[in-house]
């Protein structure tokens, strides 16, 4: 029997890194949005054997334990101690990986939630596991608790399942429009000397987009916070300038990916599919995933 986790994809406007010596204290602070595209991760386990196997494979290709150091985390904290056999866990990505889409999330948090519904975990306890995997490893900081909630997320207090806390922002009339132009390594960043900028930056986003929590602010916080901690380099600058002349709210960077992002309107999507052709840049339309991750049995596309 395949069981089959779905993660929407997580994008961050800004981010506040709150990083402690308990993993379930650290998180972020900050602003993201949920895709209606995302992770897909099916489990399939065959008790047959003496041993205890893990298999993991990304996007169809085996991959090898130091490639999935956070899936091999989560899997053997939540297979049951004296479970033997084989373990097959498949990771299929909507997005490419490294682009700040918050895979590495889905994948820890689909595999978590799997093994969950397999061995009578419940959602907590599998979430919990999934964040103490991308904590430790460098995977992402505030991806699981916003992936967790769904929509246009506000993280106003740090942590991991069950300690962060997650608000909305309440509006539905927008389409995300998302530019992935290449990677930026989450772990170089987080470990590099402008995290301090990040931070103060980060806060006062955070700061402006509570007293006036908008779709609007939002995006104009995204923009200040891309250019005014220098993660966004002139190339992302020029194409936002582009993007912001068919749009009526600004772009921005996706954090933590070489990228662009866009709340967009119904009436602009023609005119943006239409410069982007233009600028032969590949690009995707999605709209915001408001519910919760999903687990069960899986048989196969009806
Ligand atoms: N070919 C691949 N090699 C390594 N990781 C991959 C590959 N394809 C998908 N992944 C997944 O992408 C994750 C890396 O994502 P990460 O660097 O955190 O980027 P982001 O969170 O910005 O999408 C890995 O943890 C893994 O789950
Ligand atoms: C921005 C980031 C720290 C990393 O995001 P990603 O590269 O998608 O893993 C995220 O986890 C967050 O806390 O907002």
Redesign the pocket.
Known sequence: MLIRAFVPAHITAFFVPVIKENPQLSGSLGAGINLNKGTNVFLNTEEASLERHIHVA??G?P?KRE??K??YYVTEKMLPEDFVGEVEIW?Y?D?P?????????G?ALGTALTLAYKFGKTLLEAAKIAHEAEVIHG??LG?VVAQLTGGIDIRIREGGPGVAVVDNILRDEYKVLVVPLGRL??RDVLSSDIVHVISREGKKSLDTLLKNPTPETLMNEARRFAEATNLMDEELKEISREIDKVISLQSSMIM??KGLFALIKEGEVDKVKELLLDLNLRFDILDIYWGKPIVGRWIGDE
Do not use: H, R
């Open positions: 990304f996007n290709e991959v490639q999935a956070i899936t990771q990505f997005f990986n490294g682009y700040g889409f918050g895979n590495s999330a994948g995977g992402g991806d390594k989450t933590l990916g």
